[in-house]
């Protein structure tokens, strides 16, 4: 699947001191759009990792007590120079010893390709979901606690058919995602027998989306598909649709489905549906308790994919008995995996003291972690529905 480096040259790319003294600083990379297309998404995301990080550093047990320190930086989601230069100020200015993000699938590329492999630094995104990244020379260095799209793609396609919806129009965010995205989902739409009127990009930030709105209303379609961003071009795109009557009926993919998309719209999208990664366990709804808890909403879309992204390398670290990600990224794919101990949300200190003592942990997280694969999340989905102007899950695939 992905395409590897030898390990040597990720030793040597490594800079650094390697491991953090008993009592120090590990500092870890939070690299989220906290501004651009889904900066309503990016808070609740960069929280959840950050309650892996307090979580680990409160307990103690993490190579002789060190404490974990996040540190921030702009991804802003669709600028790849910018998240280029962020990631690199991460490792040579702040020093981290992991980073957990990008998030939108253009800028995690860049910043994978650009950053962490000439770095040899271990990435954990929770929200990159392009089918390309499958197929990237990473080193080893890369994973992901998001589903690929190339599996959002089918559930979307089989819940529109099931629901009698036929034939639809497709708009798409033009970058990696929102092309991989409407790829994968044509292709999955039209083998179970719909028909695709129109499939067009949309290119975020403009003012006024009433020539993109008009060539997909030309084409028709008994329900338009919005594979785009919540507080960019995607919202343009609806309120352009609902201003003509285009439609009155939309499917959304996972940039879409956010509180911002109900208070922009509320009753005007009732009956529309959507996806996001989600799963019905445990850890779930203990997730969700923690993070109300911290005056966080632990419902919001990938925050508890941030949470696992962390925790998961965290654990790795402590398996390795080294903050260095050419010691700990070999440890990932172990810690997250059976065979082991169950570990849930809140079970950060268990987790670890089973490390301590040479025992084996099946770290299943917020959100039932499975990596299959180099660095790909297994995952599944949360179907959504919008009833009395609000998002509602009515059900997983």
Same mark, same amino acid.
């Given at each position: 699947?992905?395409?590897?480096?030898?390990?040597?040259? %990720?030793? &040597?790319?490594?800079?650094?001191? =390697?491991? %953090?003294?008993?009592?120090?600083?590990?500092?870890?990379?939070?690299?989220?759009?906290?501004? @651009?297309?889904?900066?309503?998404?990016?808070?609740?995301?960069? +929280?959840?990792?950050?309650?892996?990080?307090?979580?680990?550093?409160?307990?103690?047990?993490?190579?002789?007590?060190?404490?974990?320190?996040?540190?921030?930086?702009?991804?802003?989601?669709?600028?790849?120079?910018?998240?280029?230069?962020?990631?690199?100020?991460?490792?040579?200015?702040?020093?981290?010893?992991?980073?957990?993000?990008?998030?939108?699938?253009?800028?995690?590329?860049?910043?994978?390709?650009?950053?962490?492999?000439?770095?040899?630094?271990?990435?954990?995104?929770?929200?990159?979901?392009?089918?390309?990244?499958?197929?990237?020379?990473?080193?080893?260095?890369?994973?992901?606690?998001?589903?690929?799209?190339?599996?959002?793609?089918?559930?979307?396609?089989?819940?529109?058919?099931?629901?009698?919806?036929?034939?639809? $129009?497709?708009?798409?965010?033009?970058?990696?995602?929102?092309?991989?995205? $409407?790829?994968?989902?044509?292709?999955?739409?039209?083998? &179970?027998?719909?028909?695709?009127?129109?499939? !067009?990009?949309?290119?975020?930030?403009?003012?006024?989306?009433? =020539?993109?709105?008009?060539?997909?209303?030309?084409?028709?379609?008994?329900?338009?598909?919005?594979?785009?961003?919540?507080?960019?071009?995607?919202?343009?795109?609806?309120?352009?649709?609902?201003?003509?009557?285009?439609?009155?009926?939309? %499917?959304?993919?996972?940039?879409?489905?956010?509180?911002?998309?109900?208070?922009?719209?509320?009753?005007?999208?009732?009956?529309?549906?959507?996806?996001?990664?989600?799963?019905?366990?445990?850890?779930?709804?203990?997730?969700?308790?923690? %993070?109300?808890?911290?005056?966080?909403?632990?419902?919001?879309?990938?925050?508890?994919?941030?949470?696992?992204?962390? !925790?998961?390398?965290?654990?790795?670290?402590?398996? +390795?008995?080294?903050?260095?990600?050419?010691?700990?990224?070999?440890?990932?794919?172990?810690? $997250?995996?059976?065979?082991?101990?169950?570990?849930?949300?809140?079970?950060?200190?268990?987790?670890?003291?089973?490390?301590?003592?040479?025992?084996?942990?099946?770290?299943?997280?917020?959100?039932?972690?499975?990596?299959?694969?180099? @660095?790909?999340?297994?995952?599944?989905?949360?179907?959504?529905?919008?009833?009395?102007?609000?998002?509602?899950?009515?059900?997983?695939?």
């Amino acid at each position: 699947m992905k395409k590897l480096l030898t390990a040597t040259a %990720a030793g &040597a790319l490594i800079t650094g001191a =390697a491991f %953090a003294q008993d009592g120090g600083e590990i500092k870890m990379g939070v690299i989220l759009g906290f501004t @651009g297309p889904i900066e309503s998404l990016t808070p609740a995301m960069a +929280a959840g990792a950050e309650m892996a990080m307090q979580e680990v550093t409160e307990s103690g047990k993490l190579l002789g007590g060190a404490t974990v320190t996040p540190v921030r930086a702009d991804s802003t989601c669709v600028d790849s120079a910018a998240a280029t230069a962020a990631a690199e100020r991460l490792i040579t200015s702040d020093g981290v010893k992991a980073i957990m993000g990008a998030d939108c699938s253009g800028v995690t590329g860049a910043v994978l390709a650009n950053v962490a492999v000439p770095n040899g630094m271990v990435m954990i995104s929770p929200a990159a979901t392009s089918p390309a990244l499958s197929e990237a020379e990473d080193n080893g260095l890369f994973f992901r606690t998001a589903p690929s799209d190339a599996r959002q793609g089918e559930v979307l396609a089989n819940i529109l058919m099931e629901k009698g919806i036929e034939s639809v $129009a497709v708009t798409y965010t033009n970058n990696d995602y929102g092309k991989g995205f $409407a790829d994968a989902f044509q292709s999955a739409y039209e083998n &179970a027998g719909g028909s695709v009127t129109l499939s !067009a990009p949309h290119e975020d930030g403009k003012a006024d989306y009433s =020539a993109e709105v008009g060539a997909l209303a030309s084409a028709g379609g008994d329900a338009l598909v919005v594979l785009g961003y919540v507080d960019q071009g995607g919202a343009g795109i609806i309120q352009g649709a609902l201003d003509t009557g285009a439609f009155d009926l939309f %499917a959304f993919g996972d940039g879409m489905v956010g509180d911002q998309l109900t208070a922009n719209f509320g009753a005007d999208l009732e009956g529309s549906i959507g996806t996001a990664p989600g799963s019905q366990n445990e850890g779930v709804d203990t997730f969700a308790e923690m %993070a109300q808890g911290a005056g966080i909403d632990g419902t919001s879309v990938y925050a508890g994919e941030s949470y696992d992204a962390a !925790a998961l390398m965290l654990l790795a670290m402590a398996a +390795a008995g080294s903050s260095d990600p050419a010691d700990y990224a070999g440890k990932i794919e172990m810690v $997250a995996n059976a065979p082991g101990e169950p570990i849930g949300p809140g079970e950060l200190d268990k987790a670890l003291e089973i490390l301590a003592e040479g025992g084996d942990i099946d770290y299943g997280g917020a959100t039932g972690v499975e990596l299959v694969g180099p @660095g790909e999340a297994a995952g599944s989905y949360a179907e959504y529905t919008i009833e009395d102007g609000a998002l509602k899950v009515v059900g997983y695939r």
